[in-house]
């Protein structure tokens, strides 16, 4: 009877303090995980708990090197037209020049001839009036740069020869021969040809004479011709 009493006793004890310390424990993990989830609460006594508290520095690396470009895009669609622009100002006045072009024959024929300038009477095209036919002489009505065509016929067993002349502006000196054109009609009918680009002076002068030293023959009926236009005025 006196160990049973004693039995009861000892296993009232033992309950007794496993409920204070399950107690106790309960307390304290309810307590952190209001702290983990931070609610943090005084304790009874005013005392505050312990929290720890933890800081991550974020250090930037180094930088990577760049990558591939992509691939172009697709062109997208046409924007609408935009509206016209202002009017700009109007331009600034063109000069104009007269045109400068001659076309003369023989008529009719002529010959024996040496050393005469030849006064082709036949004007076929004059504009700007720069050859004489009373004269037989072409003046430049301003500066540039000239071509001239000169066709030569013989008479049938005969030669014809002229030479183009340019003036000069020192009356000391002669006029300056530039080309002679040669033809001979021997056995058959025979003509020659020639072209010449020259730079001329305002006013001055070109024109064709029988050369020197050969009687000459000229078949006319327009196959004798003497013909020229400015080609790029000078500055």
Same mark, same amino acid.
């Not at 040496?114 to 004007?123: F, M, R």
């Not at 530039?178 to 001329?200: D, F, K």
């Given at each position: 009877?006196?160990?049973?009493?004693?039995?009861?006793?000892?296993?009232?004890?033992?309950?007794?303090?496993? @409920?204070?310390?399950?107690?106790?424990?309960?307390?304290?993990?309810?307590?952190?995980?209001?702290?983990?989830?931070?609610? /943090?609460?005084?304790?009874?006594?005013?005392s505050?708990?312990c929290?720890?508290? %933890?800081?991550? *520095?974020?250090?930037?690396?180094?930088?990577?090197?760049?990558?591939?470009?992509?691939l172009?895009?697709?062109?997208?669609?046409?924007?609408?037209?935009?509206?016209?622009?202002?009017?700009?100002?109007?331009?600034? #006045?063109?000069? /104009?020049?007269?045109?400068?072009?001659?076309? %003369?024959?023989? *008529?009719?024929?002529?010959?024996?001839?040496?050393?005469?300038?030849?006064?082709?009477?036949?004007?076929?095209?004059?504009?700007? @009036?720069? /050859?004489?036919s009373?004269s037989?002489?072409?003046?430049? #009505? *301003?500066?540039?740069?000239? %071509?001239?065509?000169?066709?030569?016929?013989?008479?049938?067993?005969?030669?014809?020869?002229?030479?183009?002349?340019?003036?000069?502006?020192?009356?000391?000196?002669?006029?300056?021969?530039?080309?002679?054109?040669?033809? *001979?009609s021997?056995?058959?009918?025979?003509?020659? @040809?020639?072209t010449?680009?020259?730079?001329?002076?305002?006013?001055?002068?070109?024109?064709?004479?029988?050369?020197?030293?050969l009687k000459?023959?000229?078949?006319?009926?327009?196959?004798?011709?003497?013909?020229?236009?400015?080609?790029? #005025?000078?500055?």
């Amino acid at each position: 009877m006196h160990l049973s009493v004693i039995c009861i006793f000892i296993l009232v004890c033992i309950v007794t303090r496993v @409920s204070g310390d399950k107690e106790k424990y309960w307390n304290h993990y309810a307590k952190r995980n209001k702290m983990d989830n931070g609610d /943090y609460q005084m304790d009874d006594d005013g005392s505050s708990g312990c929290k720890l508290k %933890v800081e991550c *520095e974020n250090k930037r690396g180094a930088t990577g090197l760049p990558g591939l470009p992509g691939l172009n895009g697709h062109d997208g669609p046409q924007g609408p037209k935009g509206d016209q622009g202002p009017r700009g100002n109007p331009g600034l #006045p063109g000069s /104009y020049r007269t045109p400068v072009s001659f076309c %003369v024959a023989m *008529e009719p024929n002529a010959g024996p001839l040496e050393g005469q300038v030849l006064a082709y009477s036949s004007v076929l095209h004059n504009q700007g @009036s720069g /050859y004489n036919s009373t004269s037989g002489k072409f003046t430049a #009505p *301003e500066a540039g740069v000239y %071509v001239f065509n000169i066709v030569v016929a013989a008479q049938e067993g005969k030669s014809a020869a002229v030479q183009l002349i340019r003036s000069v502006a020192d009356d000391n000196q002669d006029d300056e021969g530039i080309v002679t054109v040669w033809a *001979e009609s021997l056995p058959r009918w025979g003509t020659s @040809s020639n072209t010449i680009y020259l730079s001329l002076d305002q006013n001055q002068q070109v024109y064709l004479i029988a050369r020197r030293g050969l009687k000459s023959y000229y078949y006319a009926g327009r196959y004798t011709t003497f013909s020229g236009h400015l080609v790029a #005025p000078g500055n």
